[in-house]
């Protein structure tokens, strides 16, 4: 079992509408197992990627996937180069991921050691963030104190059946499409894996992005993790769902939809796709210069 605190449980993952229907045997053509039995279905030959329209090449991340779930504009800003602006939130968040890890793989962490971790971590990976960010070394002291406080949450996850931490999938189902993607931690569980995403903030909608993570991992393994979940160590609150072959085939049904009208916006020359205005558009890059964004953003801070 992957032995995680228990919460509130909600329904399966959230799927979005399957795109094309041909489709190309990329599982047989790793050479993975036909036919072999995980979780409760038959995967191997069974879960292929569809085929998309050919054009511009794509690295395709779970980011950019939910991103286009919420708003496909947006998510054609993000193939273009225009991101959000690094935050003190998202800087937290992510040193925060690396001392979970390094508590994972190296064990606990000791109150007297914390901050010069943090360092080392910030040091390993994070520089550019903090040089984004125009952060002091003296600024840091109150995030290092957030981490840590985060920390002491996250220690109350219980490690047996750990099994590996920031495993990072890239592969190409089709020419010039390149899924990737970094799973916070996988543990064992019951008949198979759990692969778990931890969050520094609320849980929000991650039903895209788990399932995202659950295609990655059947088209690189082929297997079926038997659960995703997401774990907001802030709150405690808790997401679980059970992937299926259906549910994999129908989020790479959707994620070979969305290649497609990106590579024909490309094509098109076209700068604008479908907005959809929602929570999201606070943080949106694009919000100076978008009426739909503005109209929400009007109605969520009212
Ligand atoms: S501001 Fe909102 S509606 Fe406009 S592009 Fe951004 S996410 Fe989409």
Redesign the pocket.
Known sequence: MCRLPTGSCLSSLRQHQPGGTERSSYATERGHTPGRRVGGDTIGLVLSFPRVAPGKALSISATLYVTFT??P??AL?RVHGVYPEETIASFRGGLAHRVFARHLERGPIGSDEFEKVCREEIGTGLNPSLGALGLRPSQLAPVVKEVGDLYQRFKAVIREGFRDADVFIELEPAAGVTLRGSIDAVFDDAGGVCLVDWKTGGLHETGSQLGFYAMLWALDRGELPTRVEALSIASGERFEAEPSLASVTETAASVAAMVTMLRRAADEGRDELE????P??SF????DS?T???A??RITTA
Request: charged share 20%; hydrophobic share 35%; net charge neutral.
């Open positions: 919420r708003c504009d947006q800003g907005r959809i205005g929602g999201w558009c949106c890059p694009l919000l978008c739909e964004g503005a929400a953003v």
